[in-house]
């Protein structure tokens, strides 16, 4: 089962929309897709689970969307804070996990 | 607030073995699956062992079956990896993380740790 994320680096400035997607080779069931972001030297933070639903505290400028193979997280308008690697992950074969690659998103 | 914390990571020579500890707080520790993820140097996560709230099911990835032992001490609310025959490639640093929700749970990792870097190296 693998998940690749793409694309690998989005260069974008503070303001402006971003776009990344994470394709499954098999179809992922009930949604079971997760965004998580990670900032250098920090653990990665849950934003989405089931595909489209925010985690606690998590600011409404991320949504999810996708189902099946295709899924993508949005960021509305990219804060400063914002700035960092997004991995996608499944749960859908747990507890076996699998990650993508990963998306850095820079200024 | 959900705390996980991990400890006992370090250098170790290839064909080694370390304890990895990870202590929980301010949840109902039983209740949560718990997960291993590490994440070698500039790399992405990659899962390695998952343990049910009561301890009985162990789930591990391929690439540690039968190296790695997840545990658990419900009564002191820890979390443990025992590594053993450690290769150079088990290089990473690795997270403690507590699912998302309690139960049955979807072994979805919600709360993690900051990590524990393990170095195998001679």
């Known amino acids: 089962f693998v998940l690749t994320q793409s694309p690998g680096t989005l260069s974008l400035s503070p303001g402006e929309r971003a776009t990344l997607s994470c394709r499954a080779s098999?179809?992922?069931?009930?949604?079971?897709l997760a965004w998580y972001q990670q900032k250098p030297g920090q653990a990665p933070r849950l934003l989405i689970y089931?595909?489209?639903s925010r985690a606690t505290g998590i600011p409404d400028r991320f949504s999810g969307s996708g189902s099946g193979t295709d899924f993508t997280l949005t960021v509305s308008r990219l804060e400063p804070e914002d700035f960092a690697v997004y991995y996608c992950?499944?749960?859908?074969?747990?507890?076996?996990?699998?990650f993508g690659g990963g998306t850095k998103v820079e200024i | 607030e959900v705390q996980v914390l991990e400890s006992g990571g370090g250098l170790v020579q290839p064909g080694g073995s370390l304890r990895l500890s990870c202590a929980a707080s301010?949840?109902?520790?039983?209740?949560?699956?718990m997960i291993w993820v590490r994440q070698a140097p500039g790399k992405a996560l990659e899962w390695v062992s998952g343990?049910?709230?009561?301890?009985?099911?162990?789930y591990y990835a391929d690439s540690v079956k039968g190296r790695f032992t997840i545990s658990r001490d419900n009564p002191k609310n820890t979390l443990y990896l025992q590594m053993n025959n450690l290769r150079a490639d088990d290089t990473a640093v690795y997270y403690c993380?507590?699912?998302?929700?309690?139960?049955?749970?979807?072994?979805?990792?919600?709360?993690w740790g900051q990590g524990t870097l393990v170095t195998v190296s001679s």
């Open positions: 993380a507590k699912d998302h929700v309690s139960g049955d749970g979807l072994w979805l990792p919600g709360s």
């Open positions: 301010e949840f109902t520790f039983s209740s949560y699956a």
């Open positions: 343990i049910g709230g009561s301890g009985s099911d162990r």
């Open positions: 098999q179809s992922i069931s009930s949604n079971y």
């Open positions: 089931g595909a489209s």
């Open positions: 992950q499944q749960y859908s074969r747990s507890p076996a996990l699998t």
